[in-house]
């Protein structure tokens, strides 16, 4: 019998929240045994994920960086790669590095980005794990593809993680995930957003009796479901740890990876 990895526990913030809400809810939830800090990335009345990421790494310890998940279509791979990198350095090791195809049509349209079939911006979002891979390499990186192109750059800095910060993709279509199970360390499922490609996903229905339709608990959290590949988080629930109940500040939400 292999290794059994123990469950570990996520945390979001959303919205627009000042400094102190954003210190008091990162340091709150790693004293708490949270393993990871997750922030989502739109176009929306929220703040942006890697100055809150940088924030939350200066102010802890060992809280992992997660984005939930970057849009790739809205930042060129090499753009991304360095920030990640650079992230990675100063929170000595922390960032996971989430990604998606984007799904959120009335962003593009907003800010006049073209909203290609999804099999165009999953196939971008392939090459750009590629392109971010390479990059993250030692030595110069050239790649030629449908939508990047790199010529004998090599990307600075590097991140602490080698060969590289584990990858997480997001998604519940078939396709996407079966090349997070190829390209990924961790794959998201977000059976509340889009509940109807369950099925296409998981063919045998095995979610549920009723065909796998997830009903939400009345508690006010709010979790995605994630396979994981780490092994340094504490397999038992923070929100049932011994000790007094704690106040979350507004804009935090917790969840399981």
């Not at 939830?29 to 990421?53: F, M, N």
């Not at 960032?95 to 999953?122: H, K, L, S």
């Not at 063919?203 to 549920?208: A, E, F, I, V």
Request: with cysteine.
């Amino acid at each position: 019998m292999g290794d059994v990895r123990p469950f570990q526990f996520m945390i979001g913030t959303r919205g627009i929240v000042d400094r102190a809400t954003l210190i008091q809810g990162a340091r709150m939830a790693e004293s708490v045994g949270y393993s990871h800090l997750c922030i989502h990335d739109h176009l929306l009345a929220e703040l942006a994920p890697i100055p809150v990421l940088t924030a939350v790494a200066m102010a802890t310890e060992r809280l992992r960086l997660c984005p939930l998940v970057f849009n790739n279509d809205l930042r060129h791979p090499a753009v991304l790669a360095q920030e990640l990198a650079s992230l990675d350095l100063i929170s000595e090791g922390r960032v996971v590095v989430g990604i998606g195809a984007g799904w959120n049509e009335p962003e593009y349209a907003a800010t006049g980005i073209r909203f290609d079939p999804p099999g165009i911006r999953i196939d971008r979002m392939v090459e750009s794990i590629a392109v971010l891979r390479g990059l993250f390499a030692d030595g110069a990186f050239s790649f030629g593809g449908t939508y990047y192109t790199i010529r004998d750059y090599d990307g600075q800095p590097k991140p602490i993680q080698r060969p590289h910060p584990p990858f997480l993709i997001g998604g519940t279509r078939r396709r996407v995930l079966r090349i997070a199970a190829r390209e990924a360390d961790v794959v998201r499922l977000d059976l509340r957003q889009d509940r109807e490609s369950l099925a296409d996903a998981f063919p045998l229905g095995w979610m549920s009796a009723s065909g796998g339709s997830a009903r939400q608990p009345d508690h006010g959290w709010r979790g995605s479901i994630s396979a994981c590949s780490g092994s340094s988080a504490t397999s038992r629930s923070p929100a049932n740890r011994a000790g007094p109940p704690r106040r979350w500040p507004a804009g935090w939400k917790t969840g399981r990876a």
